[in-house]
């Protein structure tokens, strides 16, 4: 014979799946297996259906009085008077109950309804607790949690600040939870889900901030009918909430902060910080602890003296106060509007900005925009800088093997060590400007023509001047290193041959490297002797070594010749000789 279950559980089962209770989780509770629970659910289900039998008798729900005899479906036989043994385990003791046992109208009491006191004496006190604790509206079939019993014990010690799992280890040991951890981790997501803390308004000083925004404003009706997309450019003051609004053609990083440097001339003045979203013109890494700025936005945002703070990717609320201007301009400025040409557009807005949103009362501050400004905050502003800023073109450029790197089909040096490497260049009409990946200026050039190179010599590495770049007075200093002697046959030489003796220079200090240089210094005195100026013979009498003086009287004959001159004339030989002049 099967096991018939007691009364308390199958009250149970009703009171939980009427509190939305799934069946895996009411079979878990009361220990009775999933298909137990499901068949006493349907009986339950279908007895609540069925209409009364004849005699009075009436088929009714688990513990829904009704009259006479009851006839109870759930776990006992149909038809007639039931032999309804629930008993003392749901209504206790006779003796508390309105009448006596003798009564025949109490003999067969009905059950009670769920809900109330006696029926859930019975029931284990987690199945209590869950009947009567107030739950939120579910949709059927979903589940309720087990903490839902201690809602208010977890949302105390939430106010306290414990975490998920100290408020389970509480729960275990002061309250006998027999749920798991990740439970009572559900319910807390769950808790601060649904109870949000509010937004916290940040209200600026005077001069303190500047909001920046784009949208998208009306198209333009050109000459041949098209129309061409047009932007919004929006800013506003955060203290007085008075706004500058341009239209362009683009997002560009040029229109932006030209449309931004209009803005600072129409104020009279510059805020101290710019908030704008992670617009592609203004910065190229969102990042919320250390964004990445457009470079040509970081020198705009130096010129004026300008912090740029963009906000938290994907976090509007950020910029609360222009996130609404933009479609305040496009619902009252420009809806039903109709342009011509952008110039027709902003001027437009210019009127209009001065003339309805000026003397508007704001809804937030509730005075006049313009008012505010002029008395409070244009005094707050810092001053405008003496000059605009310097607008340019710019770009990323590799540094060539040549040295040079390639601007609008030009080429310009660059400093040795930066050889292949990348560098950032600016330009304009008149200046070209290389700049390292920390945008420190390394050079500065006059713009050239194109095709044109403009090398400076500091940037040529110094092994790759030869000495014949370096000129004659530089290898003089150097052969005058060898001896006297050496220094005036260069000096004569060079009055001799001109500009060809640059090089015979540069053999004649190799030449001293390669030999000592007393046997140099007698070679070149025969030479002198001779008046010979030629490589090749100081290359032969150096192979004859050693070297004998000439005589006292060949020296004497060669004082009396007439191509030895003073010393102090060579420096005018040499100068005449390198400008391609007659010797005098």
């Known amino acids: 014979m099967a096991n018939r279950l007691n009364m308390a559980k199958l009250d149970g089962i009703v009171a939980l799946y009427q509190r939305r209770w799934s069946i895996r989780r009411i079979a878990k509770e009361l220990g009775v297996h999933r298909d137990t629970v499901a068949r006493h659910i349907q009986a339950n289900s279908q007895a609540s259906d069925a209409p009364a039998s004849d005699g009075g008798a009436s088929n009714c729900k688990l513990g829904h009085p009704a009259g006479g005899a009851h006839g109870c479906k759930i776990g006992h036989p149909r038809g007639g008077a039931q032999d309804f043994k629930i008993g003392q385990a749901l209504i206790g003791s006779a003796e508390g109950a309105e009448g006596s046992a003798e ?18 004496s019975v029931v284990p006190a987690a199945i209590t607790a869950a009947v009567m604790a107030p739950t939120e509206s579910t949709s059927p079939g979903k589940q309720v949690s087990l903490c839902e019993s201690w809602r208010s014990v977890i949302v105390a010690k939430l106010q306290l600040g414990l975490t998920a799992q100290r408020i389970y280890q509480d729960l275990v040991r002061e309250h006998g939870f027999v749920g ?3 439970s009572v981790r559900r319910f807390v997501r769950r808790l601060d889900d649904g109870q949000p803390l509010p937004f916290r308004r940040l209200e600026c000083a005077p001069g303190d901030e500047a909001q920046v925004d784009f949208g998208t404003a009306i198209p333009i009706r050109q000459s041949d009918g098209r129309q061409r997309r047009t932007h919004v450019f929006r800013i506003v003051l955060s203290h007085s909430r008075k706004g500058y609004s341009e239209a362009v053609y683009r997002q560009t990083t040029e229109e932006f902060l030209r449309c931004l440097e209009n803005a600072l001339y129409h104020f009279g003045g510059v805020p101290k910080t710019l908030v704008l979203d992670n617009l592609k013109a203004g910065v190229e890494q969102p990042d919320w602890f250390d964004p990445e700025l457009n470079p040509k936005l970081r020198s705009f945002a130096e010129h004026y003296g300008l912090a740029v703070l963009p906000t938290k990717p994907r976090t509007p609320r950020h910029k609360g106060k222009i996130e609404s201007g933009v479609g305040y301009v496009k619902k009252n400025a420009l809806q039903g509007c109709q342009f011509t040409s952008l110039e027709e557009e902003n001027r437009h807005l210019l009127d209009w900005e001065t003339t309805v949103a000026d003397v508007r009362i704001h809804g937030t501050i509730r005075q006049q925009v313009g008012k505010v400004f002029i008395e409070m905050e244009r005094p707050a502003l810092q001053p405008l800088p003496a000059e605009r800023f310097p607008f340019f073109e710019e770009g990323r450029r590799t540094v060539h093997r040549d040295g040079h790197v390639e601007v609008a089909r030009a080429y310009y040096s660059v400093p040795p060590e930066y050889l292949g490497r990348q560098v ?22 006059v713009r050239v023509e194109v095709g044109k190179f403009s090398t400076q010599p500091l940037h040529i590495a110094d092994q790759k001047i030869s000495a014949v770049e370096r000129g004659a007075e530089w290898l003089l200093v150097r052969v005058g ?16 041959r001109g500009i060809e003796g640059v090089r015979v220079l540069q053999g004649l200090r190799h030449l001293g490297e390669r030999h000592p240089h007393e046997t140099l210094e007698k070679a070149c005195e025969i030479a002198l002797s001779h008046a010979s100026y030629r490589l090749r013979t100081l290359r032969q009498l150096l192979k004859r070594a050693p070297l004998t003086t000439p005589s006292p009287e060949v020296f004497a004959f ?3 010749h007439a191509l030895i001159r003073p010393l102090t004339d060579y420096s005018q030989f040499v100068h005449a000789a390198i400008q391609g002049g007659t010797l005098p």
Do not use: C, F
């Open 481 to 496: 290193r060898i001896g006297p002697m050496t220094t005036r046959w260069a000096e004569a030489m060079l009055a001799n």
């Open 180 to 182: 798991k951890y990740h």
């Open 558 to 560: 060669m004082h009396e």
């Open 424 to 445: 950032w260049v600016r330009w304009d009409g008149r200046l070209v400007r290389i700049l390292d990946q920390k945008l420190t200026s390394i050079a500065v050039h």
């Open 103 to 120: 009564d025949p109208a109490n003999a067969l009491l009905p059950a009670p309804s769920i809900g109330s006191e006696a029926s859930l």
